[in-house]
């Protein structure tokens, strides 16, 4: 934790050690900056909202976490919301349940393949990509 910081140029502040604290003991990998805040109030930790958002911003500029900014709103509105995980390395796409918010992570080599050959077919070289996928449980 410590370490992770120290690359990263950031000083190993209280509320910066207890944020990340927080997404590694996490019980899930996206969490709002509401739902951190929730969780640092659950800690006894005495840190404001208007703290979390600047290091969660700190942090995502450092790449220590990533930002996704879902589109699908819990109701199906077309409200945009954002979330954050710690920035780990391997590439994944998400799929959000339109119902319950709740993200999914996966991947699979052959949509990574095609988005490269799409890429290729177009005279490009794919340099990065973001895939989210809006589902709804079957009925």
């Known amino acids: 934790t410590l370490d ?3 690359n990263t140029g950031l000083k190993a502040t209280g509320p910066r050690l207890k944020i990340l604290e927080v997404f590694q003991s996490a019980n899930q990998r996206h969490l709002s900056a509401e739902d951190v805040y929730r969780l640092l109030l659950d800690d006894k930790a005495d840190i404001g ?3 979390v958002y600047r290091v969660l911003t700190q942090f995502d500029a450092a790449g220590l976490v990533t930002r996704h900014n879902f589109e699908a709103g819990r109701d199906g509105s077309s409200a945009s919301h954002s979330v954050f995980e710690l920035a780990r390395g391997e590439h994944h796409d998400h799929m959000v349940c339109m119902e319950s918010g709740e993200v999914i992570e996966f991947h699979d080599e052959l949509i990574e393949q095609r988005q490269r050959e799409i ?5 490009f070289e794919l340099e990065d990509h973001s895939l989210v996928l809006y589902v709804r449980k079957k009925p």
């Open 4 to 6: 992770e910081l120290k």
């Open 49 to 51: 909202l208007a703290t």
């Open 119 to 123: 890429a290729r077919e177009h005279g």
